[in-house]
């Protein structure tokens, strides 16, 4: 089949004898591949575009000219060993969170999703719980753990004990801050993990047991991949919220970021500068987070369409080309070099 | 479990012994009775909602039987007979010997987010433990087989619908099955898409693999069937050759239910 494009406005067939089309008025006979196409003018879209761009540079007028915001003193403490240690422990209590948090959510997902009605009711419980109960009441009730349980033992359950712990000495402050995060990530990523699993269609379990595959071997090798789908984008979100929601640890004396600028502009009385330090921080850490959550959803849509989307990165290159042509030469280049 | 140690005993490559099957209050299955010889092809014709899906998924355990006995090969499925008790076999026995039967289903099943080649070595490696270069050889020639060869690498949603078809067809036949169940893998198809599908079952069948087919096409059944079956409301009306239950029905059901398709 010929996939050439037909004329828009050709009324009359067009000219049998190549080489030899007149270069007439539109709607005259010229070779299909010899019509230009151009495109439409939308005259709104450049006011809107105009109104916002004042706005938007107003804005960052603002932000450079008022002394308020002493861009010196943000230099002098962005980099700061003390600030990016305190970055470090976020980090960590970011990482530790998730890991475990996740970890633990796959376990009451797939209890939640047994026919074993002892664990679904326990999951359920548990997630029920640790929604309901706001993180910062949590976190408090782990940092004072040592006053309902002084010591920490294992051994025979209501049996006797093998060896005891001082839970203080076991239990420190980050830890406390730890075991709160993971605890409550589990509930969230519990339901977000169930929900991926479910969306799965059940043909798809049907065809693996049909075909006798392993029971753990078609939750990892085809349910899962499959979940992940639908597991991705709320999983990104999970983490990005646990990511800036460290900074409620802040109020249990943890040096993390948050704590951290806290401390210096108590010293000092810069608060401005002092929390752009911080929310410059967790906007670049946001945003890394945010280029691998597209990379990594791109690895898991395999097979999902039947090509995958460019990447922003070869859009912006295709976009700009486009562009470029359009403006030079008021219409847009040919529609195989739309396609490249 | 020995398949070897029963199989020489039956000349059968699927028998089904007074099955009854109930969904709640409505007995989908009451009594069926059918021998299947190896190397045979059996068409089963029906009209809907007369238990030929839920009989073909009976009889790699799919679904569970509430009475009878159905066998593969001499093996019974699903359970172990010991003296006149039935027990129950274990998922992983169960899923060892489903890896013997291939199944095709009416809207293919394959595994998206795995390519075609991938979705076809993937159950004799993981299920029968064979190795994977040698399976991957096999699997190649299967695809050459079915003519899809050229698709090895693209994912089954680059595909049209015959050529996905053709592929779990390959699946299928790569764990070498005992016998093959087929349920209309031809009704999601676009009518200029069904022959591609039968000419390759229709192949697999001069080859002499045991076929069990569920279809709607009667002209498939006449030319390929050595065994033409008729269910109705759960029992089978009458069975035997194409000529005689196609073109000589003697019950009536069967007679009105061939007038109404053909
Ligand atoms: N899991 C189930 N639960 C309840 N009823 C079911 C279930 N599966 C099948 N049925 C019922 O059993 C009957 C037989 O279904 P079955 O799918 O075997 O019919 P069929 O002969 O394959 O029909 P068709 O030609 O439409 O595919 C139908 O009435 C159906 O509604
Ligand atoms: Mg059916």
């Known amino acids: ?340 | 479990m020995s398949a070897g140690a029963t199989a020489v005993t039956s000349e059968y490559a699927v028998e089904i012994l007074g099955v009854h099957k109930t969904f709640g209050s409505l007995e989908v299955l009451r009594g069926i009775d059918l021998q299947v010889r190896r190397g045979e092809v059996t068409v089963i014709l029906g009209p809907s909602g007369s238990g030929k899906s839920t009989l073909l998924r009976a009889i790699n355990h799919l679904e569970r039987v509430d009475t009878g006995l159905i066998k593969v090969d001499g093996e019974l499925i699903g359970y172990r007979q010991k003296g006149n008790r039935l027990h129950e076999l274990s998922e992983r026995e169960v899923l060892h010997q489903r890896s013997s039967i291939g199944f095709v289903f009416q809207n293919f099943n394959l595994f998206p987010h795995l390519t075609v080649l991938q979705n076809v070595v993937e159950a004799p490696v993981s299920a029968q433990k064979r190795n994977r270069a040698e399976v991957e050889t096999e699997a190649r020639a299967l695809l050459e087989r079915v003519g899809v060869a050229d698709k090895a690498d693209a994912y089954p949603r680059q595909l049209s619908g015959g050529q996905q078809q053709r592929v779990a067809i390959a699946r299928a036949l790569a764990l070498r099955p005992k016998v093959i169940l087929f349920d209309e893998p031809t009704s999601a198809l676009d009518p200029e898409l069904v022959g591609e599908v039968l000419a390759v079952i229709k192949q697999l069948a001069h080859h002499g693999t045991t076929l069990i087919v569920v279809t709607h096409e009667i002209g498939f059944a006449r030319e390929v069937a050595d065994t033409v079956v008729f269910m109705d409301a759960g029992v089978i009306v009458e069975q035997g050759p194409p000529q005689q239950v196609l073109d000589a029905p003697q019950h009536e059901r069967t007679r009105t239910f061939i007038s109404r398709v053909l």
């Open chain 1, 1 to 340: 089949m010929s996939r050439t494009i037909p004329a828009p406005q050709s009324a009359a067939p067009a000219s049998p004898s190549p080489g030899l089309a007149p270069s007439g008025p539109p709607g005259a006979a010229v070779e299909p591949e010899h019509l230009v196409v151009v495109r439409s003018r939308h005259p709104w879209r450049w006011v809107a575009a105009v109104a916002v761009a004042i706005v938007v540079a107003q804005f960052i007028h603002g932000l450079v000219t008022n002394p308020g915001w002493d861009w010196g003193t943000f230099a002098q403490y962005f980099t700061a060993a003390s600030v990016l240690k305190a970055l470090w422990m976020t980090v960590q209590l970011t990482v530790y969170g998730t890991v475990l948090g996740f970890a633990l959510g796959i376990g009451l997902a797939a209890a939640r999703l047994s026919k074993n009605p002892v664990l679904q009711v326990v999951s359920w419980t548990y997630i029920w719980a640790f929604r309901s109960i706001p993180l910062i009441v949590q976190l408090l009730f782990w940092f004072n753990i040592a006053y309902l349980y002084k010591t920490l033992s294992i051994g025979v359950p209501f049996g006797p004990a093998f060896v005891e712990f001082d839970v203080n000495d076991v239990i420190s402050g980050m830890m406390a801050a730890v075991i709160g995060l993971a605890l409550h990530q589990a509930a969230y990523s519990a339901e977000i993990i169930r929900a991926g699993i479910i969306s799965v269609d059940a043909g798809q379990l049907e065809a693996a047991a049909a075909l006798g595959i392993p029971k753990r071997r078609q939750f990892f090798k085809i349910v899962m991949p499959q979940a992940m789908r639908a597991i991705l984008p709320n999983a990104a979100n999970e983490v990005i919220s646990l990511f800036k929601g460290t900074s409620i640890v802040s109020t249990m004396a943890i040096a993390e970021l948050f704590y951290q600028v806290q401390v210096i502009y108590g010293r000092s009385g810069r608060v401005v500068p002092l929390l752009m330090v911080a929310t410059v921080w967790y906007i670049v850490l946001t945003t890394l987070l945010s280029i691998g959550q597209y990379y990594i959803e791109r690895h898991y849509a395999r097979g999902s369409a039947r090509s995958l989307p460019l990447t922003p990165w070869q859009k912006a290159r295709t976009r700009i080309r486009t562009f470029l042509d359009t403006a030079t030469t008021g219409r847009t280049p040919t529609r195989a070099g739309d396609a490249r």
